[in-house]
């Protein structure tokens, strides 16, 4: 176990130490959110309505947290995609060291990334007129859930990373990433789409994490109806746990066979 945590920590450091060189890439991470907070807060949220009442801008934000956790999932893929075409994969492979520690160190560094967008996207949200309102054990549990469907869908990526060698698949989990994001509760409430639609975006995953924020922040536009939005905050932890299941043994099992 000391091995395997030791040689996951140099990882993460290398991971992190790339980062640090193409800040570019954080820019853009970060930049993407924080125009889609721009857009939606002063462009078209003049148009929103949220159930309830309540300010748009305070509903905006916990989607748009939200949305920039799943933004994750094919920037992981991009970075295991481009180890594996280079090399550096197999050449970790051929060395003495704990096997785990390539997938845990990519996991650790994406994790780092996301708390440091959150940060950034937290300015903005305040800088917009958003704010928690529930008690601070509240906003940091709303937090951790949305850390926690981040490292949910980092192991999705690292697996489909693994899988491909085909860097159009990249493109593609680009694209599905917005359908993914837009057929959800995180820009408009779902009682506002067609009730077959409305059912599909409210078992969402993602809907679960956003609501499940909403509550928890205290901010507007969190009440539904059925059974999966009156219990959000269960589910905003068990779609992630589902996905966990899945693909952290896929992941292991893809990374043992590279080569075969």
């Given at each position: 176990?000391?091995?395997?945590?030791?040689?996951?920590?140099?990882?993460?450091?290398?991971?992190?130490?790339?980062?640090?060189?193409?800040?570019?890439?954080?820019?853009?991470?970060?930049a993407?959110?924080?125009?889609?907070?721009?857009?939606?807060?002063?462009?078209?949220?003049?148009?929103?309505?949220?159930?309830?009442?309540?300010?748009?801008?305070?509903?905006?934000?916990p989607?748009?947290?939200?949305?920039?956790?799943?933004?994750?999932?094919?920037?992981?893929?991009?970075?295991?995609?481009?180890?594996?075409?280079?090399?550096?994969?197999?050449?970790?492979?051929?060395?003495?060291?704990?096997?785990?520690?390539?997938?845990?160190?990519?996991?650790?560094?994406?994790?780092?990334?996301?708390?440091?967008?959150?940060?950034?996207?937290?300015?903005c949200?305040?800088?917009?007129?958003?704010?928690?309102?529930?008690?601070?054990?509240?906003?940091?549990?709303?937090?951790?859930?949305?850390?926690?469907?981040?490292?949910?869908?980092?192991?999705?990526?690292?697996?489909?990373?693994?899988?491909?060698?085909?860097p159009?698949m990249?493109?593609?989990?680009?694209?599905?990433?917005?359908?993914?994001?837009?057929?959800?509760?995180?820009?408009?409430?779902?009682?506002?789409?067609?009730?077959?639609?409305?059912?599909?975006?409210?078992?969402?995953?993602?809907s679960?994490?956003?609501?499940?924020?909403?509550?928890?922040?205290?901010?507007?536009?969190?009440?539904?109806?059925?059974?999966?939005?009156?219990?959000?905050?269960?589910?905003?932890?068990?779609?992630?746990?589902?996905?966990?299941?899945?693909?952290?043994?896929?992941?292991?099992?893809?990374?043992?066979?590279?080569?075969?």
């Amino acid at each position: 176990m000391r091995w395997a945590l030791e040689d996951g920590w140099t990882l993460t450091g290398r991971y992190l130490a790339q980062l640090a060189r193409r800040p570019a890439r954080l820019a853009t991470v970060v930049a993407f959110p924080i125009l889609m907070v721009l857009i939606f807060a002063y462009l078209l949220g003049g148009g929103m309505t949220v159930p309830g009442g309540g300010s748009y801008r305070e509903f905006l934000m916990p989607g748009m947290f939200a949305m920039t956790m799943a933004f994750g999932l094919s920037g992981t893929m991009i970075a295991v995609l481009d180890d594996a075409t280079k090399g550096v994969t197999d050449r970790f492979r051929s060395l003495p060291m704990a096997p785990s520690a390539v997938l845990t160190g990519r996991v650790a560094a994406d994790l780092v990334n996301a708390v440091l967008a959150l940060a950034v996207l937290l300015g903005c949200g305040f800088a917009v007129g958003w704010q928690p309102h529930g008690s601070l054990a509240e906003t940091f549990a709303a937090f951790g859930l949305l850390l926690l469907l981040r490292t949910a869908l980092v192991w999705a990526g690292v697996y489909l990373g693994l899988l491909t060698t085909d860097p159009a698949m990249v493109t593609l989990a680009q694209t599905l990433e917005f359908p993914f994001g837009f057929l959800s509760s995180a820009f408009v409430a779902t009682a506002t789409m067609p009730v077959w639609l409305g059912t599909v975006a409210e078992w969402n995953p993602l809907s679960s994490t956003v609501t499940a924020a909403r509550v928890l922040f205290g901010n507007p536009g969190a009440a539904g109806t059925s059974w999966v939005s009156t219990h959000a905050v269960l589910m905003a932890v068990a779609w992630p746990l589902v996905l966990l299941a899945v693909f952290v043994p896929l992941s292991v099992r893809r990374y043992g066979r590279l080569g075969n």
